[in-house]
């Protein structure tokens, strides 16, 4: 491994080359290192098991001090793949407070912050495009039911 970073290197046991590729990856390909895992009602709606996690995301901290608590996702850092949760704080030597970078391996996704569009890309499962893929066109099965739908479409531009 040679490289600085290489798309194509796949795996390896060895610890200093796994850093070594998280550590030189590029924005782009960080994004996916802050998957969190979703709740099991997410799960079944968006038929997906973990989601890159944004800004607005409402998250439950799994491990450590600060377990069983919840909050909003107020900053995602990508360079050190560490999220910031609204209401972690620690309180430091001089008194003042400091929030808690958390990694994303210890949160759950409860609550999807939905206002971003491209999130999902057309994945999101909605009930009106389940409501239209239900319904059938209406296709004419015969050369005189075409002929009727011309005649009317013909009849309703003269109105």
Known sequence: ???????????????????????????????????????????????????????????????????????????????TSKITVEGIQTKKQDGSKVNVRLQPSNLRIIELNLGDKKRFKGKVKSEKVEEKSKEKPNIPKSTSEVNDLKVTSKENTKK
């Open 1 to 79: 491994m040679k490289n600085k970073f290489s798309k194509s290197w796949i795996a390896s046991k060895q610890p200093r080359k796994q850093r070594k590729f998280l550590a030189n990856a590029p924005l782009h390909m960080r994004k996916k290192f802050v998957s969190v895992s979703l709740s099991e009602d997410l799960r079944k709606k968006q038929e997906t098991r973990n989601v890159p996690v944004k800004k607005g995301d409402t998250v439950r901290i799994l491990r450590g001090k600060f377990s069983k608590k919840q909050g909003k996702v107020l900053e995602v850092k990508l360079k």
